[in-house]
């Protein structure tokens, strides 16, 4: 059974840090494309970054490029965000999400990445960004 634990969400002010974990069981996390997503209250949800599994190459939302990091322990089976700088408008539940098989493609010398194909979701955690 896939299984996707979140944890290291909470309150924090403008400015500050956090760093969420997602800890993987139920599959081989080590080869697996993973992303990160967001909902805020009353809007849609959004994809923050992604991690490819074949070679942990990696993408992020105009909206957080520069301050979030994306990476991944294959000896824990963890995948990690670190937030940097953050705003109050990266107030929103997070998601560690599984992405689908061949949501990341290779052609012309570059890896393009496909959002919105996932296939297993976590419970998602909370982050508040307030004064």
């Known amino acids: 059974e896939v299984q996707l634990v979140e944890s290291g969400g909470g309150l924090v002010q403008p400015g500050g840090s956090l760093r969420l974990s997602c800890a993987a069981s139920g599959f081989t996390f080590s080869s697996a494309a993973m992303s990160w997503v967001r909902q805020a209250s009353g809007k849609g949800l959004e994809w923050v970054s992604a991690?490819?599994?074949?070679?942990?190459?990696?993408k992020y939302a105009n909206s957080v490029k520069g301050r979030f990091t994306i990476s991944r322990d294959t000896a824990k089976n963890t995948l990690y965000l670190q937030m940097n700088s953050l705003k109050p408008e990266d107030t929103a539940v997070y998601y560690c999400?599984?992405?689908?098989?061949?949501?990341?493609?290779?052609?012309?010398?570059?890896?393009?990445?496909?959002?919105?194909?996932?296939?297993?979701w976590g419970q998602g955690s909370q982050v508040t960004v307030s004064s």
């Open positions: 991690i490819n599994g074949e070679n942990n190459i990696t």
């Open positions: 999400v599984k992405d689908e098989p061949g949501s990341w493609a290779y052609g012309s010398g570059t890896w393009y990445y496909t959002e919105g194909l996932y296939d297993y």
